[in-house]
């Protein structure tokens, strides 16, 4: 019920600034993979949506109320853990909180399944990723080297970061 509660007072808060977040389905593949491309230093292929998709994954797309697609982020809740696959918000997007409203949401719902925490891997580069996940109660545990494709066939490394779902302080906005 709690979180129920802060789940409808996001989407209010949201709504109140002009954006709505909805499922994310194979129907959004085209507009996600505009933004992937355009976002993320380290993009999926559109086989990889669709495969997380359709094996048990859950999403979130937040759109302008008017329909553009503006992020979306998908987890995989493994028993009570829950693995955040992908967040990314537009570039004409960013620095509005969205990445935040969409972190709320995965970890909020996750909660609400059950899940007790977090784990995610991202780029050692990936600063402003980093920067959010930090603020939000993440810590690293853990490095995988060159986990990630770069540019130019380099490859990066990641940090593994873990968020205990009970900890987090859900704000109003
Ligand atoms: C990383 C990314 C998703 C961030 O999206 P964004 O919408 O620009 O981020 P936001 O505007 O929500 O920024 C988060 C803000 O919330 C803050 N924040 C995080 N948790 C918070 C909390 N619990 N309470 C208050 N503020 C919090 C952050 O500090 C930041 O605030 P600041 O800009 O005032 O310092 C976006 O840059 C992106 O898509 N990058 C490319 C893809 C990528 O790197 N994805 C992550 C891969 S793992």
Known sequence: M??????????TYLLSLGYCLTGLC????????????????FPWRAGH?????RNGCAGV??????????????????????????????PSAQ???????LLKHAALRAQAAGGTRM???????????LHLYRRFGFIEIGIRKNYYV???????????MRLILSEVQYAAS
Request: hydrophobic share 45%; with cysteine; proline share 1%.
């Open 95 to 101: 620095k509005k909180r969205l990445g935040l409203a």
């Open 26 to 41: 194979l129907g959004d593949l085209a507009e996600v993979m505009r933004i992937e491309h355009s976002a993320s230093d």
């Open 2 to 11: 709690k979180h129920a509660m802060i789940q409808q007072m996001q989407g």
């Open 150 to 160: 770069a540019a130019e066939g380099t490859r990066e490394d990641a940090y593994v």
């Open 61 to 90: 797309c937040i759109r302008h109320v008017e329909g553009a697609l503006c992020g979306y982020c998908i987890w995989m809740p493994v028993v009570d853990e829950v693995h955040l696959l992908n967040l990314c918000v537009a």
């Open 119 to 129: 784990l995610l891997e991202v780029g050692v580069s990936s600063r402003r990723a």
């Open 49 to 53: 949506f669709e495969d997380s998709l």
